[in-house]
């Protein structure tokens, strides 16, 4: 019986061009070149793209091919190699690491997302450009209809990542968290621990009852993409609690203390 052997790297570095040798063999992995071989590839990688096309094997020639491959999730992975007309048996290389890269910029999950690092796309800087890479699910604090609630606290959770969304744990650097909210609180500047941390955050500002649309930004200065600006985040008033008389001259001011000037 004629088998597939798959022979990968070691390791490779997320992002980067790697190499599968593939050799027809016996059962005891002398090389066999008696007949051709078409054969399709995938890896275990969920982020990467996937080699184009088939590749041949000929008969009385090398008896080998290569495939070329780019892996981005830094973790585990291997290579699977099929036959497509599936007489040769199919074969899975043996397990081998794809490592992060040094940190290039910063990654924000809002309560309702989670991390998916690999994932496009790769475009750095979050709104509005890119707002789904390198996570899975959509901002939401609570378990109704609202997305969130004015006066109450939340926590996100900021990451230092490669350019292909994965943490890289090396980093100890300092950001910071602002809001387009006038009146928020619990923002400031933390550094990241093992490329990471928490920050909580409170807004305060409703205008409309229906919802009032508000941004994160998280910035650095060690990084060479300095911020990060999350999707829009809608916030809703808080519970109905007590009446707001305006005098004369008096406006409005929500978020605030007083709630008028």
Same mark, same amino acid.
């Given at each position: !019986? ?44 969920? !982020? ?117 969304? !994965? ?57 060479? !993409? ?36």
């Amino acid at each position: !019986n004629t088998v597939c052997r798959v022979r990968t790297p070691t390791s490779a570095n997320a992002g980067g061009i790697a190499t599968a040798t593939v050799r027809t063999v016996d059962m005891y992995w002398n090389l066999n070149i008696s007949s051709a071989v078409t054969l399709d590839s995938d890896t275990s990688d969920p !982020n990467d793209t996937e080699p184009a096309g088939t590749l041949q094997i000929l008969p009385l020639v090398t008896g080998s091919t290569v495939y070329h491959f780019s892996p981005v999730t830094a973790g585990t992975h291997t290579v699977n190699i099929r036959d497509t007309s599936e007489v040769v048996s199919p074969s899975t290389s043996a397990v081998f690491t794809v490592n992060g890269r040094s940190a290039t910029r910063l990654l924000v999950l809002l309560p309702g997302e989670t991390l998916n690092k690999g994932k496009s796309p790769y475009a750095a800087g979050g709104s509005p450009a890119n707002e789904t890479g390198g996570k899975d699910g959509t901002p939401d604090g609570e378990a109704g209809a609202e997305q969130f609630i004015a006066g109450r606290t939340y926590k996100l959770t900021v990451y230092a990542t490669d350019d292909n969304w !994965n943490p890289d744990a090396s980093y100890n650097g300092g950001a910071s968290l602002s809001s387009t909210d006038t009146y928020a609180s619990n923002l400031g500047a933390k550094n990241l621990i093992n490329g990471t941390t928490t920050f909580d955050f409170t807004l305060y500002t409703a205008v409309d009852y229906n919802g009032t649309g508000y941004k994160l930004t998280m910035t650095t200065s060690a990084l060479d !993409n300095p911020s990060y600006i999350t999707p829009l985040i809608n916030f809703k008033p808080n519970t109905l609690t007590k009446l707001r008389m305006r005098g004369p001259g008096e406006s409005r001011l929500p978020g605030t203390t007083a709630g008028k000037y």
